[in-house]
């Protein structure tokens, strides 16, 4: 199980989740954030903290948004484009930097107008 960012936050970026990540777990594409599962502890603060409530347990993810469940999973397991290499379990996405790239899904939702 994990938590996982869904499509309130492309675009946004609040970022909110990411500083308080107590296992620094969060990620930074070019859209959008991801939540690393093998690395989340399941704490919830992220969750708490998304002021456009992007962030979900998958066990109560509306069924709108089950696919960024998968997608969440595919920022880590694929080969991202711009890169050689799947990035897998970082370790932190603070010594990472932010990944000029995002999931295929995520790179073909149109532009929110913010
Ligand atoms: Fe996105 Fe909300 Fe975090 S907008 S960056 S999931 S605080
Ligand atoms: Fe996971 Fe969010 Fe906590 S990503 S470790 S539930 S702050």
């Known amino acids: 199980m994990t938590y996982v960012i869904t499509s309130a936050c492309v ?22 954030m991801y939540i690393n599962a093998e690395e989340c502890v399941d704490c919830g603060a992220c969750s708490l903290l998304c002021e456009v409530d992007a962030i979900f347990y998958d066990g109560d993810l509306p069924e709108s948004e089950r696919r960024f469940l998968g997608d969440n999973a595919a920022f880590f397991s694929e080969v991202l484009p711009g890169r050689t290499a799947a990035l897998g379990a970082p370790g932190g996405a603070l010594a990472l930097g932010p990944i000029a790239a995002d999931t295929p899904m995520v790179a073909a939702l149109p532009a929110r107008k913010l």
């Open 11 to 32: 675009d946004v970026k609040h970022k909110a989740c990411a500083a308080e990540c107590p296992v620094d777990c969060i990620y930074e594409g070019d859209r959008t």
